[in-house]
């Protein structure tokens, strides 16, 4: 109401440019008023920002500090496979059917069938991408480190749903044709993979008869034992990769989140 006074005096004096300059004066200062409330604001979501982009580094750090160490096993049981495998295989093309360890025997044949797809949702990193709060990490270097490392971890681990996982159901179900009978069943035979079982699980419960079954179907086992051995060395190679490059990557993190810190 002040301020409409003062131009209504203004106009009734006929003091127009008087009148032009103080109306351009209001202006001015509804703008400036403006423009100081979006620089208020625009500075508050600056801020919060920020404070979400070190929360999303400080859990893609905790993330990936445990996928490592996923990793790490990953890597020790892959190995743990490949050199049972090398064992069985090495003895069963070297002509010897002589056993001297049955339970570490028992355990080499049954290591076979025993992995399974071993891919993890990286949460924090899907919930970036699915967000699009990725947009919030600055640093575009550290970015580009985070797409390559996760891209090659998906990428390992569809690549192993593919052949390597066709190849161990193959095995698991060639692993059976020592205990099946003409008839394709287990009927008669029953025992033999029952007390096969025990010997896993308990060493020293075992039939000795299984092995003679075992290497008369030896050449058949081997045209899956030996690719799978493959595999698993294949993905100890893998894991060794990603445990560098995961390293390295925790590194980046740790030094981007103690910049912030200063």
Known sequence: RFFRK???????????SKYLLYAVGEVL???????????INSSHESQENRLKEREYLEQLTDELRSEIQYIKQLKVDFNSDYESLRRITDQWQSG???????????????????????????????LLQQTGDLSLIQNNVLKNKLFVYYSTL??????????????????????????????????????????????????????KEVFPLIWQNRNDLLSVFIPIMGV???????????????????????????????
């Open 154 to 207: 998906k990428k390992g681990a569809d690549n192993y749903l593919q052949y390597p996982m066709e190849m161990i159901k193959k095995a698991r179900e060639r692993m059976d044709l020592p205990f099946k009978n003409d008839n394709n069943t287990f009927d008669v035979i029953m025992e033999y993979s029952i007390t096969y079982v025990d010997s896993v699980s308990a060493p020293g419960q075992y039939n």
């Open 6 to 16: 003062i131009r209504q005096r203004l106009l009734t004096d006929n003091k127009f």
């Open 232 to 262: 698993s060395h294949a993905q100890v190679l893998l894991m060794e990769g990603l445990i560098l490059q995961g390293e390295a990557l925790l590194k980046d993190l740790e030094a981007e989140l103690a910049i912030q810190s200063e």
């Open 29 to 39: 200062l509804v703008v400036i008023g403006i423009l100081l409330a979006i620089e």
């Open 96 to 126: 010897n059917s002589i056993v001297k360890d049955s339970n570490q025997y028992l355990l080499d044949y049954s290591s076979v069938g025993l992995k399974n797809p071993w891919y993890t949702e990286p949460v924090t990193w899907s």
